[in-house]
């Protein structure tokens, strides 16, 4: 087990509704990055957030937005949900300064209906 | 940006055979190169990395190499077992364990 715990593991959603998913990180980590894993498809970096702010972004539009809080905890919001953000979504946690490896909690697995 | 390949994206092999995974990478700025194995219904779990100065990993039945110059590196699983069976995903990155970049997935089945 990674200590990086993801909630809920599972979710349903209209399209057009609005979904936040939650990640809280391993010990010690500062860094937590999320992630967007289409079906049979690795891994795609959605944004990074250090120190409470965003660290950079991938390719995703505005609609997905996400805070990270004192605790290193984080939220990922997704607005106007499309049929295509049916994914599993992951979060990884790391220690930016000290460049250390990044681990990943479960997954929440979005259906957009 | 960055691009990472990898090959092949299924893969079955006998159990104690051995089992190669290849990928490769497009941006020469990538220092960091880690492996992860996926099982159904979890995330990533990382299995080995390997960083830019060190050309070859080893732990237990897993080793990883990397050839820098032609932007390649590979996975390597020796006496394969059942519970090895998972999707395998290299990844590369600029910034060790941040901001990684995924290959497709290897679909890896050791039978018995």
């Known amino acids: 087990e990674t200590g990086v715990t993801q909630s809920p593991t599972h979710l349903i959603k209209t399209r057009g509704q609005q979904v936040t998913l939650r990640c809280s990180s391993q010990?010690?980590?500062?860094?937590v990055s999320w992630y967007q894993q289409a079906l049979g498809q690795g891994p795609q970096f959605i944004f990074q957030?250090?120190?409470?702010?965003?660290?950079g972004r991938g390719n995703f539009p505005p609609r997905f937005s996400g805070l990270q809080f004192p605790n290193y905890s984080s939220e990922l919001n997704v607005n106007a949900l499309e049929l295509d953000d049916s994914a599993l979504y992951l979060c990884?946690?790391?220690?930016?300064?000290?460049?250390?490896?990044?681990?990943f909690g479960q997954g929440t697995r979005l259906t957009v209906v | 940006g960055e691009n990472v390949e990898q090959h092949p994206s299924t893969l079955s092999v006998q159990e104690g055979d051995s089992a190669v995974i290849k990928c490769t990478y497009s941006?020469?700025?990538?220092?960091?190169f880690p492996w992860y194995k996926q099982e159904l219904g979890k995330g990533p779990q990382l299995i080995i990395d390997?960083?830019?100065?060190?050309g070859e990993k080893k732990d237990q039945r897993i080793a990883v190499t990397l050839n820098k110059t032609a932007k390649h590196f590979s996975l390597h699983i020796t006496e394969t077992q059942p519970e090895d069976s998972a999707v395998y995903f290299c990844?590369?990155?600029?910034?060790?364990?941040?901001?990684?970049?995924f290959g497709a997935g290897t679909i890896l089945r050791v039978k018995s």
């Open positions: 990884a946690s790391s220690l930016l300064a000290r460049g250390t490896e990044a681990f």
């Open positions: 010990s010690g980590h500062n860094t």
């Open positions: 957030y250090y120190r409470e702010e965003e660290n």
């Open positions: 941006d020469s700025a990538s220092n960091y």
């Open positions: 390997i960083r830019s100065n060190v």
């Open positions: 990844a590369a990155s600029m910034e060790y364990g941040n901001k990684l970049v």
